[in-house]
């Protein structure tokens, strides 16, 4: 019997071993039992995984794990808030969007903003502020 309910969760991708040993790890929404799959930028070994899926992790497998469960939690709410699902409304509500960038300022910006890059050196924006207003660079796309 297929449901009319969206779930959510994150799974080893087993279908796409790398050659380190590491599974990448894969948000799963299921909807009448249609399977999407979407990437996490996470990898886990198949021990890693079963420490995570135990809860018994600790240190760096310990934040992995927390985060598998926020992206959980999060996309079960997104599925949850979707009157009539689609996988089509799930990646608009769910998904960043994109932001318009019409210079090098605003690329780095939006970059920094959205949390793609936390450990930027404070050093990076003092450069880049010495670029001139509106200044694009040919090797960016925009």
Known sequence: MKKNLATASVVPDKRRGKNDGCLP????IT???ERKYYGTGMDATEEEWQAI?????????????LAVA??????QK???G??????VQFEKEFFPKKLEVTDLKTA???YTYRGMCRYTHPCASVAIGKFPDGWV????PY
């Not at 899926?53 to 794990?65: C, D, I």
């Not at 926020?70 to 996309?75: G, L, M, R």
């Open 25 to 28: 790890l894969k948000l799963r």
């Open 31 to 33: 909807f009448k039992g």
């Open 53 to 65: 899926q135990q809860k018994v992790a600790k240190g760096e497998l310990k934040k992995k794990s």
């Open 70 to 75: 926020e992206i959980e939690v999060n996309a």
């Open 78 to 80: 997104c599925c949850d």
């Open 82 to 87: 979707i009157p009539n699902f689609s996988f």
């Open 108 to 110: 780095f910006a939006s």
């Open 137 to 140: 660079c040919p090797y960016i």
